[in-house]
């Protein structure tokens, strides 16, 4: 495992936290959107080594090295792009990718809007913690 050491306690209590609501708090959000929508494939950690990975016909990047990819900074933007459809990815699919559905994209509703907005920070942000250091 490249010299992490697994913590099944840590995935148990996420996974238990995930799936009841009410243990989650809002600054979870981030994480809970990447378990559920983007560790599948990008894995736990970022680094593209989820269950899905060896089935996809791309490389998937390795997440945690975006900052020093960019100079050392974090390309906000850019990923946010990548995440709401305006940078388009073959790997992602169309933005009607059932991974995703509705969660990432935008409806005509303001509300709606702003929930999705949200919900791309929070995961893009979370994506930001996951950078090496």
Known sequence: MNGR?????????????????????DDDLGARL?????????????????????????????????AQRNGGTFPT?????????????????DRQMPIWGDVFRGADQATAKRTVRQRIAAVVDFISTLQYR
Do not use: K, Q, W
């Open 34 to 66: 990447y378990f559920n929508h983007c560790a599948a494939c990008h894995g736990e950690y970022g680094e593209g080594t989820g269950p899905v990975a060896a089935s996809m016909r791309v490389t998937l990047p390795n997440l945690r090295t975006l």
């Open 77 to 93: 933007d850019a990923v946010e792009s990548y995440v709401d459809g305006r940078e388009p990815s073959a790997a992602h699919g």
């Open 5 to 25: 050491v697994f913590r099944p306690t840590l995935a148990i209590a996420l996974a238990v936290a995930f799936a009841d609501p009410t243990l989650a708090r």
